[in-house]
């Protein structure tokens, strides 16, 4: 069984950096044939895929988001971390962490986190 | 406005069928069997019900099934129960530039 669950930042200033991470327990941690992936739900837009990253480290991203997202991958602390710059209120978010299989679909996610962007 | 299109709410009576549909392009449903059905209930992890356009992970009822037709896909819930009641998103792979598409999400509400 695989658990996943989000930590970090609950209200972050517009203009400011966005960082979260996902704890992993579970024996598939980094897993060569899973990618992890970070993924949000608004009101307005329902869920986005925000990004994912492999066990070496490579990230593929939402083309929309690219430019702020960044991912890493821990291996000795079973973690991976999302940060996003520059946030506005658009930004405001249940941010879910989840594992990604090579059918590209999500088979495990954390409960979520909520960010809200606000001064 | 989201990548792929889904209604935004249905409903049914118990024991009912619903279907939700799930439009998207050649790129992406069209072209890729790599459809999968997510349920969102309040306070809950997200769980996968379908992948693959009809696969059911284990532990999931066999009240939910999946279909495509070019670029359509649906999920349809059968003999409808009173905790089917949640938020339904469509997601499918879109190729190498878009990646992971969501639908806009499907309330369904079992009257």
């Known amino acids: 069984q695989v658990k996943l669950r989000e930590s970090g930042s609950g209200l972050v200033k517009p203009s400011q950096t966005l960082s979260l991470t996902c704890a992993v327990s579970?024996?598939?941690?980094?897993?060569?044939?899973?990618?992890w992936s970070w993924i949000r739900q608004t009101p307005e837009k329902g869920l986005q895929w925000i990004a994912y990253?492999?066990?070496?480290?490579?990230?593929y991203s939402n083309p929309s988001l690219r430019s702020r997202v960044s991912l890493s991958i821990d291996k000795s602390r079973n973690t991976f971390s999302l940060t996003m710059t520059a946030v506005t209120a658009a930004d405001t978010a249940i941010y879910y962490c989840?594992?990604?299989?090579?059918?590209?679909?999500?088979?495990?996610w954390g409960q979520g986190a909520l960010v809200t962007v606000s001064s | 406005q989201s990548a792929l299109t889904q209604p935004a709410s249905v409903s049914g009576s118990p024991g009912q069928s619903i279907t939700i549909s799930c439009t998207g392009t050649s790129s992406d449903v069209g072209r890729y069997n790599l459809v999968s059905w997510y349920q969102l209930r309040p306070g809950k992890a997200p769980r996968v019900i379908i992948y693959e356009v009809t696969r059911r992970p284990s532990g999931v009822s066999d009240r939910f099934s999946g279909s495509k037709s070019g670029k359509r896909a649906s999920l349809t819930i059968s003999g409808l129960q009173g905790d089917d009641e949640a938020e339904y998103y469509c997601c499918a792979y879109g190729g190498s530039t878009s990646l992971i598409l969501f639908g806009g999400g499907t309330k369904l509400a079992v009257l």
């Open positions: 990253i492999y066990h070496d480290g490579v990230t």
């Open positions: 989840a594992r990604a299989t090579a059918a590209e679909y999500h088979d495990y």
């Open positions: 579970g024996d598939s941690f980094p897993g060569g044939t899973y990618s």
